[in-house]
């Protein structure tokens, strides 16, 4: 059973930075491409930045485009996500997955592990 385990959260001002991690247990993860999402109070859980199998390519939503950049180190089995400028709005529960591409956007794969338990981020004002 593969497992993914999400780290790094924390409190912090706006303006200042954070750098989650994503340790993924079990083999083949670099076969797949990686993405982190999420999930704060109230909302659904939405996409935030995929990075392809070999970290070659990535891609970001809007709302953090320029200030967040995702990485993975495959020998590690693990995927990170350095955050710059902190808003109040990137509040939430940080989770990273397996995606698959479908109709322009970034979908969930579980064919490799289920959720986490995430991170949470807070940003204070």
């Known amino acids: 059973q593969v497992q993914l385990v999400e780290s790094g959260g924390g409190l912090v001002q706006a303006g200042g930075s954070l750098r989650l991690s994503c340790a993924a247990s079990?083999?083949?993860?670099?076969?797949?491409?990686m993405g982190w999402f999420r999930q704060a109070p109230g909302k659904e859980r939405e996409f935030v930045a995929h990075?392809?199998?070999?970290?070659?390519?990535?891609s970001y939503a809007d709302y953090v485009k320029a200030r967040f950049i995702i990485s993975r180190d495959n020998a590690r089995n693990t995927v990170y996500l350095q955050m710059y400028s902190l808003k109040p709005e990137d509040t939430a529960v940080y989770y990273c997955?397996?995606?698959?591409?479908?109709?322009?956007?970034?979908?969930?794969?579980?064919?490799?592990?289920?959720w986490g338990q995430g991170t949470q981020v807070t940003v204070s004002s």
């Open positions: 079990g083999r083949f993860f670099s076969n797949y491409a």
């Open positions: 997955k397996a995606v698959y591409w479908s109709g322009g956007y970034y979908y969930p794969n579980f064919d490799f592990a289920s």
């Open positions: 990075i392809s199998p070999n970290g070659g390519s990535s």
